[in-house]
């Protein structure tokens, strides 16, 4: 029998915490063989990242193994020291980690770190590994990589980090990648380009990768192998057409359930629970309704954005949004989806064009001064990041207060103690979490204080960007589940930032298609999205994973 490349054996690792001792693997088994993609798959706190950050060797320092064995090519690697991992790190061994910009050191050039990891194993000049790093930022497809390169992460999209952390983890042809969440942050035709090139990369040169990720259509298409994961234990685990088109686990088959697909609706996935009590409902009109002689709710006309280097972000960009309807922006990392919600939200002043909220101006009121604004209270964000948006020295109860405060100068103890509760109830917080601080919640708990503090002061137009593109299937179908109910209770318009076309076609009326700044198309979600009249259009859908059970063995789970 062939030695795995990778072999992790009845593994348990435990953290201290002021609560006491967690294990948080309870006896994980798997192998990998050289030239094999394994997925690991399972909703957050199930040991996923945990698993590769042990066999990383990168535990905090809570953390320690417990029992169990990891075995690299043969060799048990356990409890190796730190001069053995550094020899390992990079040369043979890479990781790709979620979180981007913390990978990241925020005040070197991107350029310049790739170089150091081609240099800390390789005898190369200076000039040699700036060119190789260029080229590997050009295998990732970000363009004008040798600009690019002399950039810092600051300067760069969240989906261009993501890009760069796995051009350094691919630097120097490792023979194991442990890929922790690597497409995370990227739209779907970047996705399937940066997953073709690992796939490509693990079949030439006999390389393995571990992936973890919440996405199962990814794992279905790009894994030979996907193990699932419950509570620091692998409940199952075959070939992904076995596992998906028939799972024997009852978690397994919640998981698939959740997961969106081309035919699903909001009500399709996995129901909310508990059920929260209905309070009295509010009259709201029809999703993208409203009385005759009722102004839009959000008119964007002629929308640009330009910076002093002369890149123009957004160019030439209008549409309208009616009280009620929630429409999709879509399009690739560095489209400009972003750029025009923070536009419209008045983070960032436009260079040209008219931004109407109800029929007055607010483009024209300077960004810095829009908090002091009587419109501020109707205009709220929800960002996609919640961990890095809520601030990390405030409980749940003072981030969900904060625009209370300042805003509704709401300061009595008791008023205020109110709202926030009504506020947690009406997006399933529970109460005995609003003491807690952002470290200490999950990353739907972190998504649904985000939610309840954008909806604190009662907008009437509520900015998505990307709100659930870091969260597990199951977690993203009640958060979804938890928007579309708001939205029809309170009335709300929605600009739903996302690269999840299955999830804009679910939640969206209408959609409109960003490329480079501009609109390349528009029009009704889903005739859009199954009939796409521009060949750019035709392409990210066709980039979507799918999973069609009566296709050939190897198709995928429509979840993006």
């Given at each position: 029998?062939?030695?795995?490349?990778?072999?992790?054996?009845?593994?348990?690792?435990?953290?201290?915490?002021?609560?006491?001792?967690?294990?948080?693997?309870?006896?994980?088994?798997?192998?990998?063989?050289?030239?094999?993609?394994?997925?690991?798959?399972?909703?957050?706190?199930?040991?996923?990242?945990?698993?590769?950050?042990?066999?990383?060797?990168?535990?905090?320092?809570?953390?320690r193994?417990?029992?169990g064995?990891?075995?690299?090519?043969?060799?048990?690697?356990?409890?190796?020291?730190?001069?053995?991992?550094?020899?390992?790190?990079?040369?043979?061994?890479?990781?790709?980690?979620?979180?981007?910009?913390?990978?990241?050191?925020?005040?070197?050039?991107?350029?310049?770190?790739?170089?150091?990891?081609?240099?800390?194993?390789?005898?190369?000049?200076?000039?040699?590994?700036?060119?190789?790093?260029?080229?590997?930022?050009?295998?990732?497809?970000?363009?004008?990589?040798?600009?690019?390169?002399q950039?810092?992460?600051?300067?760069?999209?969240?989906?261009?980090?993501?890009?760069?952390?796995?051009?350094?983890?691919?630097?120097?042809?490792?023979?194991?990648?442990?890929?922790?969440?690597p497409t995370?942050?990227?739209?779907?035709t970047?996705?399937?380009?940066?997953?073709?090139?690992?796939?490509?990369?693990?079949?030439?040169?006999?390389?393995?990768?571990l992936?973890?990720?919440?996405?199962?259509?990814?794992?279905?298409?790009?894994?030979d192998?996907?193990?699932?994961?419950?509570?620091?234990?692998?409940?199952?685990?075959?070939?992904?057409?076995?596992?998906?088109?028939?799972?024997?686990?009852?978690?397994?088959?919640?998981?698939?359930?959740?997961?969106?697909?081309?035919?699903?609706?909001?009500?399709?996935?996995?129901?909310?629970?508990?059920?929260?009590?209905?309070?009295?409902?509010?009259?709201?009109?029809?999703?993208?309704?409203?009385?005759?002689?009722?102004?839009?709710?959000?008119?964007?006309?002629?929308?640009?954005?330009?910076?002093?280097?002369?890149t123009?972000?957004?160019?030439?960009?209008?549409?309208?949004?009616?009280?009620?309807?929630?429409?999709?922006?879509?399009?690739?990392?560095g489209?400009?989806?972003?750029?025009?919600?923070?536009?419209?939200?008045?983070?960032?002043?436009?260079?040209?064009?008219?931004?109407?909220?109800?029929?007055?101006?607010?483009?024209?009121?300077?960004?810095?001064?829009?908090?002091?604004?009587?419109?501020?209270?109707?205009?709220?964000?929800?960002?996609?990041?919640?961990?890095?948006?809520?601030?990390?020295?405030?409980?749940?109860?003072?981030?969900?207060?904060?625009?209370?405060?300042?805003?509704?100068?709401?300061?009595?103890?008791?008023?205020?103690?109110?709202?926030?509760?009504?506020?947690?109830?009406?997006?399933?917080?529970?109460?005995?979490?609003?003491?807690?601080?952002?470290?200490?919640?999950?990353?739907?708990?972190?998504?649904?204080?985000?939610?309840?503090?954008?909806?604190?002061?009662?907008?009437?137009?509520?900015?998505?960007d990307?709100?659930?593109?870091?969260?597990?299937?199951s977690?993203?179908?009640?958060?979804?589940?938890?928007?579309?109910?708001?939205?029809?209770?309170?009335?709300?318009?929605?600009?739903?930032?996302?690269?999840?076309?299955?999830?804009?076609?679910?939640?969206?009326?209408?959609?409109?298609?960003?490329?480079?700044?501009?609109?390349?198309?528009?029009?009704?979600?889903?005739?859009?999205?199954?009939?796409?009249?521009?060949?750019?259009?035709?392409?990210?859908?066709?980039?979507?994973?799918?999973?069609?059970?009566?296709?050939?063995?190897?198709?995928?789970?429509?979840?993006?």
């Amino acid at each position: 029998m062939t030695t795995p490349l990778l072999s992790v054996e009845d593994l348990r690792v435990s953290f201290s915490t002021r609560r006491g001792t967690v294990e948080a693997l309870r006896g994980v088994s798997l192998a990998l063989p050289a030239g094999g993609v394994l997925g690991l798959v399972g909703e957050s706190g199930s040991g996923k990242s945990v698993t590769s950050l042990a066999v990383m060797g990168l535990l905090d320092r809570a953390g320690r193994v417990t029992g169990g064995r990891i075995r690299f090519d043969g060799r048990d690697i356990t409890r190796a020291g730190p001069r053995e991992l550094r020899g390992l790190r990079g040369a043979e061994i890479s990781m790709v980690f979620q979180n981007p910009r913390a990978a990241l050191n925020p005040i070197r050039r991107v350029g310049e770190q790739i170089a150091e990891v081609l240099r800390a194993h390789r005898p190369l000049t200076g000039a040699e590994a700036r060119k190789q790093a260029v080229e590997l930022l050009e295998a990732v497809r970000i363009r004008d990589a040798a600009r690019r390169a002399q950039a810092f992460p600051h300067e760069l999209s969240g989906g261009m980090c993501q890009r760069i952390v796995i051009a350094m983890a691919m630097a120097c042809a490792p023979r194991l990648i442990l890929a922790d969440e690597p497409t995370t942050g990227l739209d779907v035709t970047t996705q399937k380009a940066v997953m073709d090139l690992l796939a490509t990369l693990t079949r030439e040169r006999g390389m393995a990768m571990l992936l973890v990720t919440h996405d199962l259509g990814l794992a279905a298409q790009y894994c030979d192998q996907v193990a699932v994961m419950e509570q620091g234990r692998i409940v199952e685990s075959a070939p992904p057409a076995a596992l998906f088109g028939t799972p024997r686990h009852a978690y397994t088959a919640r998981l698939v359930a959740a997961c969106p697909r081309r035919d699903s609706t909001i009500a399709s996935l996995t129901p909310e629970a508990p059920p929260r009590p209905a309070a009295a409902p509010r009259k709201a009109p029809a999703p993208g309704t409203s009385p005759p002689g009722t102004p839009l709710l959000l008119e964007v006309q002629n929308l640009a954005k330009r910076y002093p280097d002369g890149t123009v972000a957004v160019d030439d960009v209008s549409f309208t949004l009616q009280p009620g309807e929630s429409l999709g922006l879509v399009g690739e990392s560095g489209s400009g989806k972003s750029t025009v919600s923070r536009l419209v939200t008045r983070l960032l002043d436009p260079s040209g064009g008219r931004i109407l909220f109800e029929g007055g101006d607010i483009g024209g009121i300077p960004a810095r001064d829009f908090h002091r604004a009587p419109q501020r209270r109707g205009v709220q964000i929800v960002f996609q990041d919640a961990g890095e948006s809520l601030n990390p020295r405030f409980t749940a109860f003072d981030s969900i207060a904060d625009p209370l405060r300042t805003l509704d100068g709401l300061r009595d103890g008791a008023a205020l103690q109110r709202k926030v509760e009504d506020c947690a109830e009406d997006v399933g917080l529970p109460r005995a979490l609003l003491d807690r601080f952002p470290h200490q919640l999950s990353g739907g708990q972190r998504a649904r204080v985000g939610i309840a503090r954008a909806l604190a002061i009662e907008p009437r137009l509520l900015v998505l960007d990307e709100p659930t593109a870091a969260l597990d299937v199951s977690v993203q179908a009640v958060v979804l589940q938890l928007l579309d109910r708001l939205r029809r209770e309170r009335g709300l318009g929605y600009l739903f930032v996302s690269h999840d076309l299955n999830v804009v076609r679910m939640l969206c009326e209408r959609v409109i298609v960003l490329r480079q700044g501009r609109i390349v198309e528009q029009g009704e979600s889903t005739r859009l999205l199954h009939a796409p009249a521009e060949a750019y259009t035709a392409e990210l859908v066709a980039a979507i994973p799918h999973f069609d059970p009566s296709a050939a063995p190897q198709a995928a789970v429509a979840c993006s």
